[in-house]
């Protein structure tokens, strides 16, 4: 059967939950029409934003540095990107190496910014020491005070990640098997900061199956660090991933009606479960923070006490 | 029948008795098809596609735990 699209003969992808065969361009050119989309829809970008994209190198970052770049090029926005380097031995150097290519090729601004310099610690270390928490504990945390710094820094107005559709769906299940609905009120394509320190956050491959974004670069021929990070397979992220990459397997749709299924009851839970709280600046390191010290300031003082003991 | 397999950047040589679909390759070397995009002689396959004599299979991993 050939493509459904322009009836060419060469088909790289049948779309299960669809239907649709498709061939390169076809898939190509519906990918980042559906990006596009979600953009307007979602109302995720505006005329003279300056969008930082956080790019590890990896392929849902590439994938979107590749789609905004269609956006700058047309004037509407101005791009940057940041690369963080957690210090994470024989993984973490391939990706940034390649992250610095992509933004000289682009010819955007581009800064690599890493845990040992603004912590004064890595990723590997803090998981040397005894009894550490979850790897992505840490990590979440000090990734994404930095990626807001480095943000404010470089002027930028939005922060655009490569979140997927099986982030977001692993995302929903997560807090709700965990009972985080608060942190349910929080999910979706962008933020809405309680801080002006906080730069607005968006999501705009959130509807594109991680697959497809893995098909999307291969077939671009953009070059891509493909490799998993060695601490999340310890993640219950991973098994919560796992789970539903099986369930997908007899249920093509499931991610997407788990998607769609929060999105009804989104506006329900925050009216229900939205904390109010006025955010302050930490006291150590000036971040907003509801508490007197932010989370990462917490963590490092925590992280200090196991390195004196 | 013989073909060239490229898994992992390693290249093989390898030799069947019947011509295989990408498929059955993929349960055969237990990869998911899911976590995996797959090339015939340079092009991207769906997983019904039949290996001939003197193919070259790559097989892309681009989905890892986590």
């Known amino acids: 059967m050939n ?18 065969r498709l061939c390169p361009e076809c898939f190509i050119s519906g990918i980042e029409q559906k990006v596009l989309k979600d953009i307007r829809k979602y109302d995720l970008i505006e005329k003279g934003d300056r969008v930082m994209v956080a790019l590890s190198g990896g392929k849902d970052s590439v ?16 791009m940057m990107a940041v690369t963080i380097d957690e210090g994470i031995h024989g993984y973490r150097k ?34 040397a020491l005894p009894s550490p928490r979850g ?30 559709l099986d982030d977001e769906t692993q995302s929903i299940m997560m807090n709700y098997l965990e009972g985080n609905i608060e942190n349910l009120t929080r ?28 098909l999307y670069v291969v077939a671009k021929g953009l070059k891509v660090h493909f490799d998993g990070c060695p601490y999340s397979r310890e993640s219950f992220r991973a098994e919560i991933g796992e789970i539903i990459k099986n ?50 300031c917490v963590f490092c003082q925590e992280l200090e006490k196991k390195k004196t003991r | 029948m013989e073909f060239t397999i490229i898994n992992n950047k390693k290249t093989e040589q390898l030799s069947l008795k019947k011509n295989l679909t990408i498929k059955e390759l993929l349960d055969e070397i237990e990869k998911p098809l899911e976590t995996v995009v797959i090339k015939k ?6 997983e019904e596609e039949i290996i001939n004599e003197g193919d070259t299979i790559e097989v892309i991993q681009i989905i890892y735990g986590g």
């Open chain 1, 3 to 20: 493509c459904t699209k322009c009836g060419k003969k060469e088909v790289m992808i049948e779309k299960k939950h669809s239907g649709q």
């Open chain 1, 63 to 78: 994938m979107l540095l590749d789609i905004l770049t269609s956006l700058q090029d047309r004037g509407i926005i101005d």
């Open chain 1, 94 to 127: 391939d990706g940034v190496k390649i992250a610095a290519e992509h933004a000289q090729r682009l010819g955007i601004e581009h800064r690599v910014v890493s845990f040992k310099e603004y912590f004064n610690i890595s990723l590997d270390e803090i998981m």
């Open chain 1, 135 to 164: 790897a992505c504990t840490y990590c979440g945390v000090f990734r994404r005070w930095l990626i807001n710094r480095t943000a404010r820094e470089m002027g930028a107005t939005k922060i655009a990640t490569g979140h997927n």
């Open chain 1, 187 to 214: 999910l979706g394509p962008r933020s809405h900061p309680k801080s002006d320190k906080f730069i607005v956050k968006i999501k705009p491959l959130g509807e594109i199956p991680e697959r497809e974004v893995g």
């Open chain 1, 247 to 296: 369930l997908s397997k007899k249920h093509p749709t499931i991610m997407y009606s788990t998607l769609r299924g929060f999105d009804k009851i989104k506006n329900a839970l925050k009216k229900e479960h939205s904390r109010n709280f006025t955010m302050e600046n930490c006291i150590k390191c000036g971040e907003p923070s509801a508490q007197e010290l932010c989370r990462a």
């Open chain 2, 41 to 46: 002689n340079g092009h991207i396959v769906l």
